[in-house]
C-alpha cells in the first residue's frame, strides 16, 4: 500500500442529477484507495438516499465531508431546480478553498447543471471559470484528455458568434502552451500538436471566413514553434480526427466547444476526463453532463469519474 496517498475532494455535483451515484460507486472502488484518498465533499443525507435508491445501500460511506447545503425536501432527482443549483456550487467552493488552503491535493469533479446554476444566481457558465476565478487564475483552458483522444480548447461556453472574437494570437498561443506543457508532464515526452482551423478547409486560403487562419491562428503557430513546439496546422477539423492521425497525434488544439467535445465523446465517452489546465492544484472531471433522465435510476457509468480521480493522483505525483 502506498504511503502519503495525495488527499483528492471529489464533489459531489448537483445533487438532482448522477453525481451522487458515481460517487457511491467511486468510493466502492478499492482499487482507488491504493492511489489515494477520496474525499467526498457533498451532503450524507443525499448520499444515503441515492444509495438506497440505486442499489448501493452497502457503500462505507466514511471519508464524506458533510455540509448540509440541501434538504431531500428541496429537490426531486431528475429536476432542475435552484436549490440544487445552490448546493452543487457550495460544494465546488469547498472544495476550491480547501485546496488553496493545502487541506486536500487536488478536486475531482462529479457533473453541475448549467440550467441550475443560473436559476440560483450563480453566472459562471461552468466548473472551469469557476475554478480560474476562485483561484484567480488568469491564464487556463479546459483540456479532455484520453489515451485515445485529446483535445485543449481556446474557447468554450459560450456562443458561436462569439468565438472569433475570442480567438486573439496571445490566446491560442496560452492554449498551446499549456497543453505542451501538461502533456509534457503526462506522457513524459515532446507532445506532437495539431492545431485546427476555424472555417471550412481552414479557411481555404481567406476565402471563407475572416482570415481567422491566417491572422490568428498562423501567427500563433509560428510563434510556438520559435518556442520548440512540434506544430501542425491548421488543419480542416473535418479530417483532423482520422484514424491513422489519431494514433501520431498527442493533442488538438480546437477553436471552440463541438470542434473538439463530438470527437472526445464519440471515441472516448467513457474515458475521458475534462482537466482545467493553469491551476495552482490538479483539478479534473468527469467528462458528462448531469445525465437527469437517468439520475437515481442505478444506471450511471462511473467510469469517467474513476479515470478522473486516477489522472488527477497522476498529476499530483508529477
Not at 9 to 18: E, Q, S
Not at 86 to 115: F, S
Amino acid at each position: 500500500m502506498q504511503q502519503n496517498k495525495p488527499r483528492i475532494a471529489v464533489t459531489m455535483g448537483d445533487p438532482a442529477g448522477v453525481g451522487p451515484e458515481v460517487c457511491l460507486h467511486l468510493m466502492a472502488q478499492q482499487s482507488i484507495r491504493t492511489i489515494c484518498d477520496p474525499i467526498i465533499f457533498g451532503d450524507l443525507a443525499v448520499l444515503d438516499a441515492a444509495a438506497e435508491k440505486t442499489g448501493l445501500a452497502n457503500v462505507k460511506l466514511s471519508e464524506v465531508k458533510n455540509f448540509e447545503a440541501i434538504s431531500l425536501a428541496d429537490f426531486e432527482p431528475g429536476k432542475v431546480n435552484s436549490f440544487t443549483g445552490h448546493a452543487g456550487y457550495t460544494y465546488v467552493r469547498e472544495a476550491i478553498d480547501a485546496a488553496l488552503g493545502g487541506e486536500i491535493d487536488g478536486v475531482a469533479t462529479a457533473p453541475l447543471n448549467k440550467e441550475a446554476l443560473a436559476a440560483a444566481g450563480i453566472r459562471f457558465p461552468g466548473h472551469t471559470e469557476i475554478f480560474a476565478a476562485k483561484t484567480g487564475t488568469e491564464k487556463y483552458c479546459m483540456m479532455q484528455y484520453s489515451d485515445i483522444i485529446t483535445c485543449s480548447f481556446v474557447t468554450t461556453h459560450c456562443g458561436y458568434i462569439e468565438v472569433p472574437l475570442l480567438m486573439t494570437i496571445d490566446r491560442i498561443e496560452e492554449v498551446i502552451n499549456l497543453t505542451r506543457d501538461a502533456v509534457k508532464r503526462i506522457r513524459a515526452k515532446e507532445p506532437k500538436i495539431v492545431v485546427l482551423g476555424l472555417n471550412p478547409h481552414s479557411g481555404e486560403n481567406g476565402l471563407f471566413g475572416c482570415k481567422e487562419e491566417e491572422e490568428r491562428i498562423i501567427p500563433a503557430i509560428e510563434r510556438c514553434r520559435e518556442a520548440g513546439c512540434d506544430l501542425e496546422g491548421p488543419l480542416p477539423p473535418d479530417t483532423a480526427f482520422l484514424k491513422w492521425r489519431l494514433e501520431t497525434t498527442d493533442a488538438f488544439i480546437c477553436m471552440y466547444h463541438d470542434q473538439g467535445h463530438i470527437p472526445v465523446k464519440a471515441l472516448a465517452f467513457d474515458k475521458a476526463v475534462n482537466t482545467t489546465l493553469g491551476l495552482p492544484f490538479p483539478r479534473t472531471s468527469v467528462d458528462h453532463g448531469t445525465a437527469l433522465d437517468i439520475a437515481w435510476q442505478g444506471k450511471a457509468n462511473p467510469s469517467s469519474l474513476f479515470e478522473a480521480v486516477k489522472l488527477n493522483a497522476k498529476l499530483i505525483g508529477l
